[in-house]
């Protein structure tokens, strides 16, 4: 089963939907980073804090892992910074070169599956910045392995995280426990049903262990995170965190 393929269409479709992490910034907000007016978002509503960022962008090459959509890619090379982004969805991808060719900045722009191994040498970028995505993937750690082979020593990596409570409820009730966790509709065809009827793609939970720890177990260091609701609804009225950011780093001399 090409579940990535699958995850691909779907969001395809969401986008034409209007999905909210779809809609490339305006003109107007393009212009904005430029006098210093701009945030970005790893996860629904926090946005990362400033000190996360280097002190400057120029020339530093950045990698939008799981990050089309023209948000996030557009206010990096308003900042000067060298971007790259990897995107299994076409309409993401297209979104991004959208942006690019109105505002005039160059933007290497690929779509391939994450679950692979990433198209790009070694020590190839100083920073990484990854929304929340691994909830469509099986394997965390390979990917991370990844991450930490392409930043350079010293790079760091941003990355958005669904910390797997979202998935012991259906989307369309929040109050009411449905399912068991881990979430893996590869492994239980009854969730995939579900997924299906909801035009939801294939998703899966993943633990703090995977997320995290495997961080540290890759070997990059872990300089700071922070937690964020889903925005609205029943968990969010109720102050459950649902998502972590995460800051790391690639320590020197490795």
Not at 13 to 41: H, N, Y
Request: charged share 25%; aromatic share 10%; with cysteine.
């Amino acid at each position: 089963m090409n579940y990535t393929e699958i995850n691909s269409k779907t969001i395809d479709q969401w986008v034409d939907g209007g999905w909210e992490w779809g809609c490339p910034i305006s003109a107007e907000e393009f212009a904005a980073v430029k006098k210093g007016r701009w945030t970005m978002l790893l996860t629904p509503t926090k946005p990362v804090p400033k000190a996360w960022y280097p002190s400057s962008l120029a020339g530093k090459r950045v990698l939008g892992l799981a990050s089309g959509g023209g948000q996030q890619m557009p206010i990096f090379a308003a900042l000067g910074a060298e971007c790259t982004v990897l995107d299994y969805s076409r309409r993401q991808i297209e979104s991004e070169e959208l942006v690019a060719a109105r505002e005039g900045y160059r933007i290497q722009a690929l779509r391939a599956d994450m679950t692979k191994p990433l198209p790009f040498g070694a020590e190839s970028f100083d920073l990484i910045f990854h929304p929340v995505s691994n909830c469509y993937i099986e394997d965390v750690l390979s990917l991370w392995k990844e991450c930490f082979r392409v930043l350079k020593p010293g790079g760091r990596l941003m990355a958005g995280l669904d910390n797997g409570v979202n998935f012991l409820f259906e989307a369309t009730d929040e109050s009411r426990v449905k399912y068991a966790l881990p979430f893996n509709p590869l492994k239980d065809p009854r969730l995939l049903q579900d997924l299906e009827k909801n035009n939801e793609g294939v998703q899966f939970s993943h633990t703090l262990e995977e997320q995290i720890r495997g961080q540290l177990q890759t070997g990059f260091t872990l300089l700071d995170l922070y937690e964020d609701t889903n925005g609205s609804g029943f968990l969010h009225d109720h102050g459950v965190p649902t998502f972590w950011a995460t800051l790391a780093e690639k320590p020197e001399g490795r």
